[in-house]
């Protein structure tokens, strides 16, 4: 068995380590204990558990933390009954938020945030060491705008020994992204023994069906090593929560037509259901991973990595049947466009419409290697992390109409193109124990970093953008393409000293070099004072800061269609320059944080701490600038289409007209636009449909965030075994305090100048009131013998969304807040162990299929029915609802031990 008989030499290990690097003291404080034993402490014992995140103070439990932390152990995260690593944390944790829906290619990549900032404000460890993040990045705006975190998906549950979350700006001890918090995954290092878990589930009413199995295992290949290794493999299916399409069904005339013209539509899968997109996708992913190590003296190796293949397809907005047509003649044989005329006949390419799927293939995959151990009394560890995640693109079931008009032919599949993402990490962590006199030794600890990230896009095939582009997806062109790269060196020094025995000091100073922005310098100090043995305060004040993603500076995503040019020009491009923008620089962060921690007997403990962020220059996804928007016509045009223009007024004439941002597009597209974006199909006059926008990624606002955390842990013994109760809560209130200018290039309204602010009013909506302000989560666990009960009640306080009500809603053209009601959910899981090593578990999410508030008929909804928009059918349920659309899920596991 691993490090039998050294009890001795562990005790020295898990002392020296933890001043070297979070990593280190992990790896040591697993020689203390063999097996799973030694990753965490059950629930009920997680004050007493050795944490390594957010402090180099050797040997501390969470509970003398000087800084909010939480634990979580791989059983707690079993019991949430979600294979997805971030579900089970967003259940555990309520100042976690996973997101529950997300569009186009978010879909398949869910990201999740802590105390309702961005997902790139949290940094992602893996026993220790920086992960990856995903080349995925969101489009989208809101707080999930930009995310291009670790995709937590590819970390399977049953290779995690415990989780910490720091719950505190951490830039100065890990660098950048740590704002809001670390989430330390750290995996099992059991070098014997292992399990299997089998679980199955689906959402009460229907779709999400779920089947996942995992296996662990551990053993020592040779004496003093460990090799422990989890495979997972995991299908989930469609969900979906939308209405019927009143394009093709119901009593108005856009039904009416298209059923008179096109009567196979009613045969179109799931009809009068058809538009799908509303709902879970498809995901079909398989993960393993290890965690390998072998000690010899006072020194280890050690290694660990993941590999991961994801294939996921998510439904887009249905098509109806005329959306893809050719001119054929009498004989159904193709005519060329040069002889077309008035007589030729339309034929659909899909009699019945169809529904495009978008989908991903992904691979993702890194690993870590590294020495560590100690020369005397100095520390060190030695490592480093090779990240790689590739995300090709593509559309499925679907077709190009320009292509299949001009030439008779389109493909049904297009690869569209693929993201690629790569992070070289190398670290060296020192430690250094001083004896200076004090009531502890100080502890001096400092190091190096140097990072390379390179971030890409690879054009698809020329099918995909051709003319108007894949269906439901305009492919990446040659100017959207290309590959950049950056690096960044660091340097840290962290000084910890007890001036006397009840008196924590903790110090930090991190500086930065990036070779695409330049140098930052943040600094963090944190302190505790134990004013009794049951009874401390601590606080921490830091400077913190986040560098743009290569993802938000390079992303390209511009379109050409048949009567629009648009998407997302690079933040960093010549043309974004143009405009004003100058490229992306980091945001910079202020947190205060105080609270208490009164622990007035073993088997209980309380904390209380309130927070305070301000970050500055919060980079955000702009609104839309228009060069060209046909509908807005010229004051005095009289071309044939001036009847149909929008009623003159020259503010919105140059808010959708605007000179700069034309060229600038131009400019990123070589130099030209297509003429027929411009011209209606006369050739001569005004294209009505005709749009030129563009947005981009800017340091687009300042925000404050504050709020409380509270946690609550009782051990209670009964006669019928011990119960353990939690209680955490989350008071947390985001507020935009400014927005930046716009660009002096680009124009400013002269009526209502918040109709041309960088960020639009829906942003900062979704931004301010997308995160429940109150969450709380009351838990109780029991076992005794061959049962248990794992029981959850959480509390979300209202959210809402912010829209525009449609033309024909009693409310037409205001803006008006969507919400999602207060609500309660509980989750219930029973365990029945028939052997000693079997264990039977069934269980719901959402127990009472509790549903989020539905999106107003009377002032949204039936508007779009009665003009038989597709927005009917998809817009149900509010999409930023905190525990989902898809009401209960209900599920069952089974998991055998040897």
Same mark, same amino acid.
Not at 280 to 292: E, H, K, L, S, W
Not at 457 to 466: C, E, K, L, N
């Given at each position: 068995?691993?490090?039998?008989?050294?009890?001795?030499?562990?005790?020295?290990?898990?002392?020296?380590?933890?001043?070297?690097?979070?990593?280190?003291?992990?790896?040591?404080?697993?020689?203390?204990?063999?097996?799973?034993?030694?990753?965490?402490?059950?629930?009920?014992?997680?004050?007493?558990?050795?944490?390594?995140?957010?402090?180099?103070?050797?040997?501390?439990?969470?509970?003398?933390?000087?800084?909010?932390?939480?634990?979580?152990?791989?059983?707690?995260?079993?019991?949430?009954?979600?294979?997805?690593?971030?579900?089970?944390?967003?259940?555990? #944790?309520?100042?976690?938020?996973?997101?529950?829906?997300?569009?186009?290619?978010?879909?398949?990549?869910?990201?999740?945030?802590?105390?309702?900032?961005?997902?790139?404000?949290?940094?992602?460890?893996?026993?220790?060491?920086?992960?990856?993040?995903?080349?995925?990045?969101?489009?989208?705006?809101?707080?999930?705008?930009?995310?291009?975190?670790?995709?937590?998906?590819?970390?399977?549950?049953?290779?995690?020994?415990?989780?910490?979350?720091?719950?505190?700006?951490?830039?100065?001890?890990?660098?950048?992204?740590?704002?809001?918090?670390?989430?330390?995954?750290?995996?099992?290092?059991?070098?014997?023994?292992?399990?299997?878990?089998?679980?199955?589930?689906?959402?009460?009413?229907?779709?999400?069906?779920?089947?996942?199995?995992?296996?662990?295992?551990?053993?020592?290949?040779?004496?003093?090593?460990?090799?422990?290794?989890?495979?997972?493999?995991?299908?989930?299916?469609?969900?979906?929560?939308?209405?019927?399409?009143?394009?093709?069904?119901?009593?108005?005339?856009?039904?009416?037509?298209?059923?008179?013209?096109?009567?196979?539509?009613?045969?179109?899968?799931?009809?009068?259901?058809?538009?799908?997109?509303?709902?879970?996708?498809?995901?079909?992913?398989?993960?393993?991973?290890?965690?390998?190590?072998?000690?010899?003296?006072?020194?280890?190796?050690?290694?660990?990595?993941?590999?991961?293949?994801?294939?996921?397809?998510?439904?887009?907005?249905?098509?109806?049947?005329?959306?893809?047509?050719?001119?054929?003649?009498?004989?159904?044989?193709?005519?060329?466009?040069?002889?077309?005329?008035?007589?030729?006949?339309?034929?659909?390419?899909?009699?019945?419409?169809?529904?495009?799927?978008?989908?991903?293939?992904?691979?993702?995959?890194?690993?870590?290697?590294?020495?560590?151990?100690?020369?005397?009394?100095?520390?060190?560890?030695?490592?480093?992390?090779?990240?790689?995640?590739?995300?090709?693109?593509?559309?499925?079931?679907?077709?190009?109409?320009?292509?299949?008009?001009?030439?008779?032919?389109?493909?049904?599949?297009?690869?569209?193109?693929?993201?690629?993402?790569?992070?070289?990490?190398?670290?060296?962590? #020192?430690?250094?124990?001083?004896?200076?006199? #004090?009531?502890?030794?100080?502890?001096?600890?400092?190091?190096?970093?140097?990072?390379?990230?390179?971030?890409?896009?690879?054009?698809?095939?020329?099918?995909?953008?051709?003319?108007?582009?894949?269906?439901?997806?305009?492919?990446?062109?040659?100017?959207?393409?290309?590959?950049?790269?950056?690096?960044?060196?660091?340097?840290?020094?962290?000084?910890?000293?007890?001036?006397?025995?009840?008196?924590?000091?903790?110090?930090?100073?991190?500086?930065?070099?990036?070779?695409?922005?330049?140098?930052?310098?943040?600094?963090?100090?944190?302190?505790?004072?134990?004013?009794?043995?049951?009874?401390?305060?601590?606080?921490?004040?830091?400077?913190?800061?986040?560098?743009?993603?290569?993802?938000?500076?390079?992303?390209?995503?511009?379109?050409?269609?048949?009567?629009?040019?648009?998407?997302?020009?690079?933040?960093?491009?010549?043309?974004?320059?143009?405009?004003?923008?100058?490229?992306?620089?980091?945001?910079?962060?202020?947190?205060?944080?105080?609270?208490?921690?009164?622990?007035?007997?073993?088997?209980?403990?309380?904390?209380?701490?309130?927070?305070?962020?301000?970050?500055?220059?919060?980079?955000?996804?702009?609104?839309?600038?228009?060069?060209?928007?046909?509908?807005?016509?010229?004051?005095?045009?009289?071309?044939?289409?001036?009847?149909?223009?929008?009623?003159?007024?020259?503010?919105?004439?140059?808010?959708?007209?605007?000179?700069?941002?034309?060229?600038?597009?131009?400019?990123?597209?070589?130099?030209?636009?297509?003429?027929?974006?411009?011209?209606?199909?006369?050739?001569?006059?005004?294209?009505?449909?005709?749009?030129?926008?563009?947005?981009?990624?800017?340091?687009?606002?300042?925000?404050?965030?504050?709020?409380?955390?509270?946690?609550?842990?009782?051990?209670?013994?009964?006669?019928?075994?011990?119960?353990?109760?939690?209680?955490?809560?989350?008071?947390?209130?985001?507020?935009?305090?400014?927005?930046?200018?716009?660009?002096?290039?680009?124009?400013?309204?002269?009526?209502?100048?918040?109709?041309?602010?960088?960020?639009?009013?829906?942003?900062?909506?979704?931004?301010?009131?997308?995160?429940?302000?109150?969450?709380?989560?009351?838990?109780?666990?029991?076992?005794?013998?061959?049962?248990?009960?794992?029981?959850?009640?959480?509390?979300?306080?209202?959210?809402?969304?912010?829209?525009?009500?449609?033309?024909?809603?009693?409310?037409?053209?205001?803006?008006?807040?969507?919400?999602?009601?207060?609500?309660?959910?509980?989750?219930?899981?029973?365990?029945?162990?028939?052997?000693?090593?079997?264990?039977?578990?069934?269980?719901?999410?959402?127990?009472?299929?509790?549903?989020?508030?539905?999106?107003?008929?009377?002032?949204?909804?039936?508007?779009?029915?009665?003009?038989?928009?597709?927005?009917?059918?998809?817009?149900?349920?509010?999409?930023?609802?905190?525990?989902?659309?898809?009401?209960?899920?209900?599920?069952?596991?089974?998991?055998?031990?040897?």
């Amino acid at each position: 068995m691993k490090y039998k008989g050294t009890a001795s030499i562990a005790a020295l290990a898990v002392s020296l380590c933890a001043c070297v690097h979070p990593a280190l003291a992990q790896s040591a404080a697993s020689m203390v204990a063999s097996g799973a034993e030694s990753a965490a402490a059950p629930d009920g014992d997680a004050g007493e558990a050795i944490i390594v995140t957010g402090t180099r103070t050797t040997g501390m439990k969470a509970a003398d933390s000087p800084a909010p932390i939480q634990i979580l152990d791989g059983e707690a995260l079993a019991r949430t009954g979600q294979p997805d690593l971030i579900q089970s944390l967003a259940q555990s #944790l309520p100042s976690v938020q996973a997101q529950s829906f997300g569009g186009d290619l978010q879909a398949m990549n869910l990201q999740m945030k802590l105390r309702g900032l961005s997902p790139n404000h949290t940094l992602i460890l893996i026993n220790g060491k920086r992960r990856h993040g995903t080349a995925n990045v969101s489009i989208a705006g809101g707080p999930y705008g930009g995310s291009a975190a670790p995709d937590m998906s590819f970390i399977p549950s049953a290779a995690i020994g415990h989780i910490e979350v720091l719950q505190d700006g951490a830039a100065a001890q890990y660098g950048t992204d740590a704002i809001a918090g670390v989430i330390n995954v750290i995996l099992k290092d059991a070098d014997y023994g292992g399990s299997v878990t089998a679980t199955a589930g689906k959402y009460f009413d229907g779709g999400g069906e779920t089947y996942s199995i995992s296996g662990n295992v551990g053993f020592a290949p040779i004496e003093n090593s460990y090799v422990n290794l989890t495979v997972q493999k995991k299908k989930k299916g469609f969900s979906f929560r939308g209405d019927v399409d009143p394009r093709v069904y119901g009593d108005n005339t856009v039904a009416a037509a298209n059923l008179a013209n096109y009567p196979d539509a009613v045969n179109q899968a799931h009809y009068p259901y058809v538009n799908r997109i509303l709902g879970d996708p498809y995901v079909n992913q398989t993960t393993a991973t290890y965690n390998a190590g072998y000690q010899f003296g006072d020194f280890e190796l050690y290694s660990f990595g993941s590999y991961g293949h994801k294939y996921a397809r998510a439904y887009e907005n249905y098509r109806t049947p005329g959306i893809v047509t050719s001119h054929v003649d009498a004989n159904g044989d193709f005519v060329a466009p040069a002889d077309w005329s008035d007589t030729d006949t339309v034929v659909p390419f899909y009699p019945s419409g169809f529904s495009p799927l978008e989908a991903v293939r992904e691979t993702d995959w890194a690993v870590t290697g590294g020495f560590k151990g100690t020369v005397g009394q100095l520390g060190f560890d030695v490592a480093s992390t090779y990240g790689h995640d590739l995300v090709g693109v593509y559309v499925e079931n679907s077709g190009n109409s320009s292509l299949y008009r001009d030439t008779g032919f389109t493909p049904t599949e297009f690869h569209n193109g693929d993201f690629k993402a790569t992070q070289w990490t190398n670290t060296l962590d #020192l430690t250094l124990p001083v004896e200076i006199g #004090l009531a502890s030794p100080l502890n001096l600890a400092g190091g190096i970093e140097w990072r390379r990230e390179t971030y890409g896009i690879t054009d698809g095939d020329p099918a995909s953008y051709y003319g108007s582009g894949a269906q439901s997806f305009f492919g990446y062109a040659p100017a959207n393409a290309g590959s950049h790269h950056r690096t960044n060196f660091s340097q840290y020094l962290d000084v910890s000293f007890n001036p006397v025995d009840d008196w924590l000091v903790d110090g930090a100073v991190r500086h930065e070099h990036y070779s695409d922005f330049g140098d930052t310098t943040v600094f963090k100090l944190t302190s505790r004072y134990d004013i009794t043995p049951t009874f401390a305060v601590r606080g921490t004040v830091s400077t913190g800061f986040r560098a743009p993603t290569l993802g938000e500076g390079f992303y390209s995503g511009i379109s050409v269609g048949p009567n629009s040019v648009g998407g997302v020009l690079p933040a960093n491009s010549a043309a974004a320059a143009s405009l004003g923008f100058g490229g992306l620089k980091p945001e910079k962060s202020t947190n205060l944080s105080a609270g208490v921690v009164f622990t007035p007997s073993s088997r209980l403990s309380i904390t209380l701490d309130g927070y305070w962020i301000k970050i500055r220059d919060r980079i955000l996804i702009t609104g839309s600038f228009y060069g060209f928007r046909g509908q807005y016509c010229p004051a005095g045009y009289s071309g044939a289409n001036a009847g149909s223009c929008i009623p003159y007024t020259e503010d919105a004439y140059n808010i959708y007209n605007q000179q700069a941002v034309y060229d600038a597009v131009s400019s990123a597209l070589g130099g030209t636009i297509p003429s027929y974006v411009l011209i209606d199909g006369t050739g001569v006059d005004r294209n009505l449909s005709g749009t030129v926008r563009i947005q981009t990624f800017a340091n687009g606002a300042d925000m404050t965030t504050r709020g409380i955390d509270f946690t609550a842990k009782y051990d209670m013994l009964t006669g019928i075994g011990p119960i353990n109760w939690s209680l955490s809560a989350n008071y947390n209130e985001n507020k935009v305090d400014s927005i930046a200018a716009l660009p002096s290039a680009l124009y400013t309204s002269t009526v209502d100048p918040t109709a041309t602010a960088l960020i639009d009013k829906f942003a900062v909506w979704t931004l301010e009131k997308s995160t429940p302000k109150f969450r709380a989560t009351a838990g109780m666990y029991w076992e005794s013998g061959m049962f248990s009960v794992n029981l959850r009640e959480s509390y979300y306080s209202k959210v809402s969304s912010l829209s525009t009500a449609p033309g024909g809603s009693p409310l037409a053209g205001q803006a008006i807040a969507i919400p999602v009601k207060a609500s309660f959910i509980t989750d219930l899981e029973v365990g029945f162990k028939p052997a000693e090593a079997i264990k039977i578990s069934i269980g719901a999410n959402n127990l009472f299929n509790h549903y989020p508030t539905k999106t107003s008929y009377e002032n949204i909804r039936a508007a779009y029915e009665t003009a038989g928009s597709s927005r009917f059918a998809t817009s149900v349920y509010p999409t930023v609802s905190p525990f989902g659309i898809n009401g209960g899920y209900y599920y069952a596991r089974l998991g055998v031990n040897f």
